[in-house]
């Protein structure tokens, strides 16, 4: 399945990349680095301006090591226009979305993507768990619609998780292949089943930790230090669900819950608590630690 000859492909050139939060700077930071054109939208201004300095800083460390010379680094933040209408996103050939985890505030994005977007654009999610076939049917064009999941972060981590809709054509999942290498990315294909590949098995694994932390097994220190240097995981559960936002682990188990109807994908009441307490992780500068 999704492995079929590839019909030809056309060039991806233009990306419009929506929410400019630690997804979106980073999938964008890739898509101006392959040479694409880059519209970066975000409905808070200040997000603009902190993935402009995020995606500058992260170049600026690639120019330091000697591994992107000054100019490829003027050039890929140029190629960079952050814009705050989605009109400004109809001429483009690939629209990477990764706004806040919401199924229905997804949708309404898609409804209007689709609706101001060019015939042959292809509209992709980054969602890490949400229905591709269900944000593909918000849309006139199903088959167009395909799930392009990156990891955080973007420019670091080397996997982006392709998920094929009911409808997905083949040539749309061939190009979206071929885009995710040319960024320089490996390539895994998950059917349309909750939470895909790596998140199906990640999060029961962080929820475990939450429940292990509130039931007093260990100290959240000891959770995370067993894990790293117990199973060799470059962060402990609890750091990496930090990492990742409680918001986005939370909303993902819901999913799973709901989703495969299993008790054992439940959240745990203290990671449901963190969350209601707006303890949403590193971003908010405070999640299961606190950041200086
Ligand atoms: N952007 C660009 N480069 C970055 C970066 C960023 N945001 N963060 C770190 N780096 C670079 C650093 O410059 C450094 O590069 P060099 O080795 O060339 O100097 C390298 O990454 C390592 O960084 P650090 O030394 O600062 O820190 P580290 O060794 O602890 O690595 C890490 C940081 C790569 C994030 C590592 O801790 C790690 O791999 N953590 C696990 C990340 C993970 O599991 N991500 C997936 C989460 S699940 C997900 O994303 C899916 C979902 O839907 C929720
Ligand atoms: P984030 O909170 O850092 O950024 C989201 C951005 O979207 C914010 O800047 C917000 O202002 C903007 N936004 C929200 N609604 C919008 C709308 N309707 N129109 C335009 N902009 C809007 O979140 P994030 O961590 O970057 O996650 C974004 C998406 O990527 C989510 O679907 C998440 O599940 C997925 N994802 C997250 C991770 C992770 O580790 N954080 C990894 C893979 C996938």
Request: net charge neutral; with cysteine.
């Amino acid at each position: 399945m999704g492995t079929q000859a590839a019909p030809a492909t056309r060039e991806i050139a233009a990306v419009g990349v929506i929410g400019a939060g630690q997804m979106g700077s980073g999938i964008a930071q890739l898509a101006a680095g392959a040479g694409c054109a880059v519209f970066l939208l975000d409905s808070d201004p200040a997000a603009l301006s902190r993935a402009v300095a995020s995606i500058s800083s992260s170049l600026g460390r690639l120019v330091t090591k000697g591994q992107l010379s000054q100019t490829a680094c003027d050039d890929s933040v140029k190629r960079i226009k952050c814009v705050s209408d989605v009109q400004e996103l109809r001429g483009v050939d690939l629209v990477i979305e990764a706004i806040v985890e919401s199924e229905d505030v997804k949708k309404k994005l898609f409804v209007e993507l689709d609706k101001i977007t060019k015939p042959s654009a292809i509209l992709a999610s980054n969602t890490s768990s949400i229905s591709i076939t269900r944000l593909a049917s918000a849309t006139s064009r199903s088959s167009q619609v395909i799930g392009m999941h990156f990891f955080n972060p973007p420019p670091i981590m080397k996997l982006v998780e392709i998920i094929r809709g009911a409808d997905t054509s083949d040539e749309v999942f061939s190009q979206v292949k071929s885009f995710s290498e040319r960024i320089g990315k490996a390539v895994i294909c998950s059917q349309d089943y909750p939470g895909f590949i790596v998140n199906r098995i990640l999060m029961p694994m962080i929820n475990e930790a939450f429940w292990a932390l509130y039931t007093g097994v260990a100290t959240k220190e000891d959770i995370d230090t067993g894990m790293k240097l117990g199973t060799n995981h470059p962060m402990g559960p609890l750091q990496l669900a930090d990492f990742i936002g409680l918001d986005i682990c939370l909303s993902v188990l819901r999913v799973l819950h709901s989703g495969l109807g299993d008790n054992k994908y439940s959240p745990c009441p203290l990671l449901v608590q963190y969350v209601d307490a707006g303890r949403l992780g590193k971003k908010r500068g405070q999640g299961v630690y606190s950041y200086g």
